[in-house]
C-alpha cells in the first residue's frame, strides 16, 4: 500500500515537473500579418493582428497560424517529456 502511494507521490512530482517546464516554452507562429505566441500548456500569451487584413483572409491566416503553434507546441512538449525521462507506465 505505502509502495503504490510512494510511486503515485513521484509521478505526480515527475508530472508537475513537466508542467512546469513546458510553461516555460514559448512557441512563436507568424504568418501573413498574424502573430501568435503560445507556452508550451497551450496557452496563447500574445496574438498580433495586422490591421490592413480582410475579414476572410483574418480568419483563414488565423486557423493555420493556431493550427501550426499547437502542432509545435505538442512537439515541444513530447520532446521536454522525454528529455525530463518519459513518463512511467507509457513506455517513454
Excluded: H, W
Aim: aromatic share 6%.
Amino acid at each position: 500500500m505505502f509502495n503504490k502511494l510512494k510511486q503515485f507521490k513521484e509521478l505526480r512530482n515527475q508530472a508537475k515537473t513537466i508542467q512546469n517546464a513546458l510553461a516555460e516554452e514559448i512557441i512563436t507562429v507568424e504568418k501573413k500579418g498574424v502573430r501568435i505566441e503560445m507556452d508550451g500548456s497551450f496557452k496563447i500569451k500574445s496574438l498580433t493582428i495586422n490591421e490592413e487584413l480582410s475579414k476572410e483572409k483574418l480568419e483563414e491566416i488565423l486557423t493555420d497560424c493556431f493550427n501550426d503553434a499547437v502542432q509545435k507546441a505538442q512537439r515541444v512538449a513530447a520532446t521536454k517529456i522525454q528529455q525530463l525521462g518519459g513518463l512511467p507506465g507509457f513506455g517513454a
